[in-house]
């Protein structure tokens, strides 16, 4: 058996992987799930189907224990259902909602940019001030529970995330790397904002980068714009086990 968490914002568990029903569970699948558009679409029938078993929340822990052709079956080991496994509750997920985790990483072998493509899983979710769900997250709350998915515990703001990240050197940004944002020279208590590096710098000097963007209101990932680039402190790069 295989060790995963939940990739997804919000990933439904299914009796087969044949359950779902075409058009009416599209907003269900796929690593950027939309779990309010998927219930919006269902009428009452739709929201009574049986091949629903139930949902699992992002971080949720599972057991893989089979691979088919996209799909895992699993047990979600945070939902006891003793007369169906005593483990957990058994079903069915897509493949792309899992996070698979091996349990033998090492400070070496770590690669922050593990993070990113969990992170991408909540594009377009709105932005929220203290935010940490599918319906609304903040900055530092995206860094913090795309890292914890994939093992690592990093404080909760951006502040503080800023002091126990690497210092990067202009220019050498690596997809996974934080960007920090703020007032310049005003160190660890000047920073306002973080978010992904998605992509090493251009020649031309444009930086890729997703985050949780409180002007535009949701999860994005976009080019570097100028209001940014005038408030950019740094980058930092997150290790396995950040210093206290």
Known sequence: MINATVAAPVATLWARPDSPRPGVDTAALGPCSSPRSWVDGLDDAGRMY????????????VLIEEVRDG????????????????????????????????????????????????ARAWLGVP??????????????????????????TLPRDADDQFAVAEPVEADREQPGDLYFFGRAGGGRSAITHVGFVTAAP????????????????????EFMPASR???????????LSPPA
């Open 50 to 61: 049986t091949g629903i078993l139930t949902q699992l929340l992002h971080g949720e822990p």
């Open 71 to 118: 799909w895992a079956r699993v047990v979600a080991t945070a939902q006891p259902a003793a007369k169906l496994d005593p483990r957990g509750y058994p079903g069915w997920l897509p493949l792309d909602q899992l996070t698979v985790r091996d349990g033998a990483e090492t400070e070496s072998a770590f690669d922050p940019a593990t993070a990113v493509p969990v």
């Open 127 to 152: 932005y929220v001030w203290g935010g940490m769900s599918p319906y609304g997250i903040d900055c530092s709350g995206l860094i913090h529970i795309a890292f914890r998915q994939v093992g690592v």
């Open 202 to 221: 251009l020649p031309d000097g444009r930086r890729r980068m997703l985050h949780a963007c409180g002007d535009g209101g949701r999860v994005v990932e």
């Open 229 to 239: 680039v005038a408030t950019l402190v740094g980058a930092g790069r997150v290790r």
